[in-house]
């Protein structure tokens, strides 16, 4: 953590982070029920980030609820969010009263389910699906999304009425590679924790930074942290190289005079979105903006099966 004034503050190690701006918001408006959008890339630090306000806020000691939308077939998310009356079935709204519900991908959302949500907004009250009774809610909503949402409501993807309700207090995560100067002590703040919970003793060597600080890091922190994993796990010694980091980390970008081709540029981008998601096609094509079948067709094109 950092030091003075920003200690609660985790994974904050400069005074000039731009983390700084993110969590002073939201201490701002942790006394309120205010619904709130976190965005930010993946691997950023949504989740953990929406953790902090629960915890921070007077809703610390009641429950916090998770809902995945890219993760949940069409079908099951009405059930997931509302319950069932019969038989009786909670819901995760339901799970959520008197603490926090964290609405993740919510750009994934149906257009039936964002009307039904647009009306829990509105009279701050719900309806298990085949029920009559009325269920007044006391859950603070969060909603995460890893491209702006407001992206989605100019492609029509999203209701503007609803956009309009939880962009109330809408805060962005920078991606790691706007916090170059923070990289080298967010890593070794990572691998003791990996010591701790592998039991082992290593650090990270100082020459790591000049591969941390040219790397566009496009998982951002997650990767980060999977790759020290890796590099812990996996090493010979106690101390983590910049042998011991992916090689993927050390293409140095092309001179202006030699550039890379849209094409090259293209092919990396897609590779290294699908190595992120472990080659889970409909998540990377999720990440990309494409249809599944688009990016098959690119994968086939540049060789990348």
């Not at 389910?113 to 309806?127: D, I, M, P, S, T």
Request: one cysteine or more.
């Amino acid at each position: 953590m950092s030091g003075g004034a920003e200690q609660a503050y985790p994974l904050v190690f400069s005074p000039d982070s731009p983390m700084i701006p993110v969590y002073r918001t939201l201490a701002r408006i942790r006394e309120e029920p205010t619904p709130v959008l976190i965005e930010g890339e993946t691997g950023s630090g949504k989740d953990g980030l929406a953790l902090w306000l629960h915890y921070n806020s007077p809703r610390r000691q009641a429950p916090f609820i998770k809902v995945d939308f890219s993760s949940l077939p069409g079908e099951f998310v009405e059930p997931e969010l509302f319950g069932y009356e019969d038989p009786p079935t909670l819901g995760k709204l339901e799970l959520a009263q008197r603490g926090t519900a964290v609405l993740e991908e919510i750009a994934s959302m149906d257009f039936r389910v964002q009307a039904k949500l647009l009306n829990v907004f509105e009279g701050n009250q719900f309806y298990r699906l085949g029920g009559s009774k009325e269920i007044q809610l006391d859950a603070r909503i969060v909603g995460l999304s890893r491209t702006p949402l407001a992206h989605a409501v100019d492609r029509q993807g999203f209701r503007q009425d609803l956009f309009f309700r939880l962009n109330q207090i809408t805060v962005r995560i920078p991606p790691l590679r706007e916090r170059r100067n923070e990289i080298l002590p967010i890593a070794t703040f990572l691998v003791e924790q990996l010591n701790g919970k592998y039991k082992r003793s290593s650090n990270v060597h100082p020459e790591c930074r000049a591969v941390f600080e040219q790397y566009a890091f496009p998982g951002n922190i997650r990767e980060l942290q999977d790759a020290l994993k890796a590099a812990l796990l996996m090493g010979p010694g106690r101390e983590i190289t910049p042998e011991a980091l992916p090689p993927s980390w050390f293409l140095q970008p092309r001179s202006i005079n030699n550039p890379r081709s849209l094409e090259e540029m293209e092919r990396h981008h897609i590779a290294e979105v699908l190595r992120q998601e472990h080659g889970r096609k409909v998540k990377a094509a999720e990440i990309l903006g494409i249809s599944r079948k688009t990016l098959l067709e690119k994968r086939k094109k540049y060789g990348l099966e």
